[in-house]
């Protein structure tokens, strides 16, 4: 009983080794960022992930806007930031569709460049401005390799949750540790894609500011009963506002 002991011992400290070596080799650092990220899929595997992701995220908020003209509007903005920020030197299909949930209040970004917000968000905004920030912030997120790089943490802390739970049955504290870093790294990536969505806007000649006003629009529709910051993977709309504040006096906005 002992030496079955000893050897799941050896078994569960063998995985995780394999999980920091698997870590390790992986890490790489975004050439568009600087920062250094757990990455394991390839910019090819993101792209197809997020075409292949597309239509079902798009059915899941009622289908694309039947409107063509602000179909194109949208486009308009989006290839504006695009063309004329660092996103134009990156091997990402960007796509923007306009989707026509009346009701929910969001816009995301898929692995790859396929970027969402639907018309409920749309419909709210004020300006031109506002809508460049809601879409450079997207992008920021792609050309962050955000997703990639949960997928790739999810990865790790699965490997070891599965190390820890042969070893010492203790993969369930393992694997709550993992959803903690995951929670705050998601924070981080918000404000990193506020950040660049900053630059882009300043890039593409719009104004920065108007991204306090999506953010107020954020902060009026989550209303009084809204999730605490530390229980949400989003910062909270006031410290996203201090954020982008200090981004556009670091370029000069």
Same mark, same amino acid.
């Given at each position: 009983?002992?030496?079955?002991?000893?050897?799941?011992?050896?078994?569960?400290?063998?995985?995780?080794?394999?999980?920091?070596?698997?870590?390790?080799?992986?890490?790489?650092?975004?050439?568009?960022?600087?920062?250094?990220?757990?990455?394991?899929?390839?910019?090819?595997?993101?792209?197809?992930?997020?075409?292949?992701?597309?239509?079902?995220?798009?059915?899941?908020?009622?289908?694309?806007?039947?409107?063509?003209?602000? /179909?194109?509007?949208?486009?308009?903005?989006?290839?504006?930031?695009?063309?004329?920020?660092?996103?134009? /030197?990156?091997?990402? /299909?960007? #796509?923007?569709?306009?989707?026509?949930?009346?009701?929910?209040?969001?816009?995301?970004?898929?692995?790859?460049?396929?970027?969402?917000?639907?018309?409920?968000?749309?419909?709210?905004?004020?300006?031109?401005?506002?809508?460049?920030?809601?879409?450079?912030?997207?992008?920021?997120?792609?050309?962050?390799?955000?997703?990639?790089?949960?997928?790739?943490?999810?990865?790790?802390?699965?490997?070891?949750?599965?190390?820890?739970?042969?070893?010492? #049955?203790?993969?369930?504290?393992?694997?709550?540790?993992?959803?903690?870093?995951?929670?705050?790294?998601?924070?981080?990536?918000?404000?990193?894609?506020?950040?660049?969505?900053?630059?882009?806007?300043?890039?593409?000649?719009?104004?920065?500011?108007?991204?306090?006003?999506?953010? /107020?629009?954020?902060?009026?529709?989550?209303?009084?009963?809204?999730?605490?910051?530390?229980?949400?993977?989003?910062?909270?709309?006031?410290?996203?506002?201090?954020?982008?504040?200090?981004?556009?006096?670091?370029?000069?906005?």
């Amino acid at each position: 009983m002992r030496g079955s002991w000893k050897i799941r011992i050896f078994i569960g400290l063998a995985i995780v080794a394999f999980a920091f070596f698997k870590k390790c080799s992986n890490t790489e650092e975004n050439p568009y960022t600087g920062k250094s990220q757990l990455i394991s899929l390839t910019t090819e595997e993101e792209i197809a992930i997020g075409l292949q992701s597309a239509p079902q995220m798009a059915q899941e908020y009622g289908g694309l806007y039947q409107d063509a003209e602000a /179909q194109a509007y949208v486009d308009m903005v989006g290839a504006k930031l695009v063309n004329n920020s660092i996103a134009k /030197q990156t091997p990402y /299909q960007y #796509d923007f569709h306009l989707l026509a949930d009346p009701n929910t209040i969001n816009a995301f970004a898929l692995p790859g460049g396929q970027i969402f917000i639907t018309y409920a968000l749309y419909s709210k905004l004020q300006n031109e401005d506002q809508l460049a920030g809601v879409l450079g912030h997207e992008v920021g997120h792609v050309l962050g390799r955000h997703s990639a790089e949960r997928i790739a943490n999810t990865e790790f802390w699965q490997t070891i949750s599965q190390g820890a739970s042969v070893g010492a #049955d203790a993969g369930g504290l393992v694997s709550g540790i993992g959803q903690n870093v995951l929670l705050g790294n998601g924070r981080g990536d918000e404000l990193e894609s506020d950040d660049l969505g900053v630059r882009f806007m300043l890039k593409a000649g719009y104004n920065p500011r108007e991204m306090i006003g999506v953010m /107020q629009i954020l902060k009026d529709a989550a209303g009084p009963s809204r999730v605490p910051e530390f229980q949400s993977t989003h910062p909270d709309p006031d410290n996203r506002i201090e954020n982008i504040e200090a981004s556009i006096r670091k370029y000069g906005g």
